[in-house]
Nanobody, 120 residues
Framework: QAQLVESGGGLVQAGGSLRLSCAAS????????MGWNRQAPGKQRELVAT???????NYADSVKGRFTISRDNAKNTVYLQMNSLKPEDTAVYSC??????????????WGQGTQVTVSS
């Protein structure tokens, strides 16, 4: 069983930067893909960025050129560097990971989320 915990959220002015971290812990064999999602009040959850085991990366169009996803496999951690933040980036950001257990089974694990608020 894997648990994911996000950190690094907070309040920042427009144009500022934040770096989010998501660390996986618990008992599992390995992690495949990891990703970041966000959900603003009254809006549908949006996939922000994903990163595969070979660092294959995808971004939502709204964050391309501003956000950078990365991972540290030794630490079972995925990061999201957010630059040039805009008020519309305000949301709860959560991480997701594809976990491989010791039986070779794949399942998805989600963190509780961290609040990012960008003031105008």
């Amino acid at each position: 069983q894997a648990q994911l915990v996000e950190s690094g959220g907070g309040l920042v002015q427009a144009g500022g930067s934040l770096r989010l971290s998501c660390a996986a812990s618990g008992s599992f064999f390995s992690i495949n893909a990891m990703g970041w999602n966000r959900q603003a009040p009254g809006k549908q959850r949006e996939l922000v960025a994903t990163i595969g085991i070979g660092d294959r990366i995808n971004y939502a169009d709204s964050v391309k050129g501003r956000f950078t996803i990365s991972r540290d496999n030794a630490k079972n951690t995925v990061y999201l560097q957010m630059n040039s933040l805009k008020p519309e980036d305000t949301a709860v950001y959560s991480c997701n990971a594809q976990i491989i257990d010791y039986s070779g089974r794949y399942y998805s694990s989600w963190g509780q989320g961290t609040q990012v608020t960008v003031s105008s």
